[in-house]
């Protein structure tokens, strides 16, 4: 697995989130979505990371 940092969580759950929205909605979406995400705590991005991609990672495995 490579480094993985809160910035990684962010982008690629934000990614996921947004994977079905096009057009205009998509830069409304992906502004309120990222600001969402990047303000949640490690623990959470871990939790949502996990159930996206069936994996176990923990705030510990972060790169700070």
């Known amino acids: ?3 993985l940092t809160r910035d990684v ?3 690629n759950i934000v ?3 947004l994977s079905g929205i096009n057009g205009q909605e998509y830069i409304k979406v ?3 979505t990222y ?3 990047e303000h949640v705590s490690s623990e959470e991005l871990c939790d949502r ?3 996206i991609h069936s ?3 923990t705030v510990d495995c972060l790169v700070p």
Request: glycine share 0%; hydrophobic share 35%; charged share 25%.
């Open 9 to 11: 969580l962010v982008k």
């Open 15 to 17: 990614a996921t989130e």
């Open 35 to 37: 600001h969402k995400w």
């Open 49 to 51: 990371y996990n159930k």
């Open 30 to 32: 992906l502004k309120s």
């Open 1 to 3: 697995m490579s480094n």
């Open 55 to 57: 994996t176990n990672i």
